[in-house]
Structures are given as C-alpha cells and as structure tokens.
C-alpha cells in the first residue's frame, strides 16, 4: 500500500486534471487571455450614451443607418486594441467604438402629423403634411370619406403604418413610441440564434 501522503499527491493531481478539462478559460496562458476589445462580454465594458440631435431626434454623425459610441472597458480588464497591443484598463479609456443603429429621418414629425389627421384628417391635411396630395385632395372633396376614411387614416399614421411618402422615417423622441417592425422571411427563419 502507498504512503498516505504520495495518495493525497495524486488525488489532487486528479482534481486538477478534472478542474482544467472542465474550465477550458483556465487552461489558456495570460496572452490568450486578451481576446480583442470588440469581444468584451456584457458588463466588461460600458458605452456612453449617443449624443442627440434635437432636429432629428437620431444620434450625431449617422450614415447608413449606423452611428458609432464609445464604449470603456471596465477597471483591471486586458484586451487587444485594434492594432494588436495589449492593454490594461483603468475604466477611463476608451478601448472601442460601438455600433448602434440609426434611422432615415427628413423633417416630417410623427406628432404633428397624428394631430394633423385627428383634428383635420376629415380636409385632408394629414396626407397633403406627408406628401400625398392626391389623397389629401380626395379626402378634401368627400371630406375625409364620408368620416370612414379619416378613421382610418389616423389609425395607420397612429400606428406608423402609413409614413412620409419619400420613404423616411417620422422624427419621433429618441427615447420616445418609436415602433421597430419585425418581419419574418426564410431567411431570417434559416439564421441561427446568437448566445450570449
């Protein structure tokens, strides 16, 4: 029989063994364990709040429905910038931008056009303010289809289904009612779920 202290010498030996093949995070050196900035999990690092317009009510510098913040990494934590260095932080640097979407947005505000249409949608404004005189001009004549049509004008404007005619998007309060529409399309069926 074994002496008892080569026995707790190759029982630790196991757990250590069992505890590495178990935790791949742990068998890794120090250099592997600065992945790049842009990898960073959630609550490793924290990103400002996107400066506002006031026209627009979008974040400054949009282009191609993508503007960029700045985001921190948290104190102690070592990544990869974006030319290779490694690098500590203290929780004041900046160690990546972000990017968050944006809208197309041209003058055309989501409140006024829903009181346009609640208040004159039986004239037709609401669709001469959003660029469809046409319709404007037939709403006018039968004055708001005999009542009918300006219902349900300002239900869809309400809604946000019916929006300015050059395709952009109301201006509505950055952290306004602003609707996102959800389409689902075979391609979007075939996309794997990302976990986080």
Not at 29 to 57: E, F, M, V
Not at 85 to 105: A, L
Not at 116 to 126: H, I, Q, V
Request: glycine residues 10%; negative net charge; aromatic residues 12%.
């Amino acid at each position: 029989m074994a002496p008892p202290w080569l026995m707790l010498l190759l029982r630790s030996m196991f757990v250590i063994m069992i505890t590495f093949s178990l935790c791949p995070e742990l068998q890794g050196s120090q250099a592997s364990d600065a992945d790049s900035c842009d990898n960073l999990r959630l609550g490793q690092y924290l990103c400002a709040d996107p400066k506002i317009n006031d026209a627009t009510q979008e974040p400054e510098g949009c282009k191609d429905l993508i503007a960029w913040v700045e985001c921190k990494p948290a104190p102690n934590v070592t990544c990869l910038l974006g030319n290779g260095t490694r690098f500590k932080f203290s929780g004041e640097e900046v160690g990546f931008n972000k990017s968050i979407p944006c809208r197309n947005v041209s003058g055309y505000s989501y409140k006024v056009a829903v009181a346009l249409s609640l208040f004159l949608g039986w004239l037709g404004a609401d669709r001469f303010y959003l660029g469809y005189p046409a319709l404007g001009l037939l709403k006018f004549c039968t004055v708001g289809f005999c009542g009918i049509g300006s219902l349900v004008d300002f239900m869809l404007i309400a809604m946000q289904i019916v929006g300015p005619s050059d395709g952009s998007d109301y201006i509505v309060d950055y952290y306004g009612a602003r609707l996102v529409h959800l389409t689902i399309t075979n391609e979007t069926y075939r996309r794997t779920q990302l976990s986080l």
